[in-house]
Nanobody, 115 residues
Framework: QVQLVESGGGLVQAGGSLRLSCAAS????????MGWFRQAPGKEREFVAHIRWTGTSTYANSVKGRFTISRDNAKNTVYLQMNSLKSEDTAFYYC?????????WGQGTQVTVSS
């Protein structure tokens, strides 16, 4: 089992930055793909970004150029640096880790961007 705990969410003005962290425990996730989804009120959960164990990353078009995902395998942690935040980035952000058919989710952290 893998437990994921997100942190770093909060309230920020449009144009500002936040850095989310997701710490994994229970087992090493070095070989897992790790990433972030988000869900805004009344909307479906949507993909934000993920990063493979090789360091290769993929982003949703809506965040490309503004968000950067990274990971520190020694700390079993994945990060999401969010810059130039917009009001439409307001959502609950969920971390996940997956390998094969195993998928794990964190409880999420709220990000609110005021305009």
């Amino acid at each position: 089992q893998v437990q994921l705990v997100e942190s770093g969410g909060g309230l920020v003005q449009a144009g500002g930055s936040l850095r989310l962290s997701c710490a994994a425990s229970g087992r090493t996730v070095e070989n897992y793909i790790m990433g972030w989804f988000r869900q805004a009120p009344g909307k479906e959960r949507e993909f934000v970004a993920h990063i493979r164990w090789t360091g290769t990353s993929t982003y949703a078009n809506s965040v490309k150029g503004r968000f950067t995902i990274s990971r520190d395998n020694a700390k079993n942690t994945v990060y999401l640096q969010m810059n130039s935040l917009k009001s439409e980035d307001t959502a609950f952000y969920y971390c996940y880790a997956g390998i094969g058919t195993q998928n794990y989710w964190g409880q999420g952290t709220q990000v609110t961007v005021s305009s």
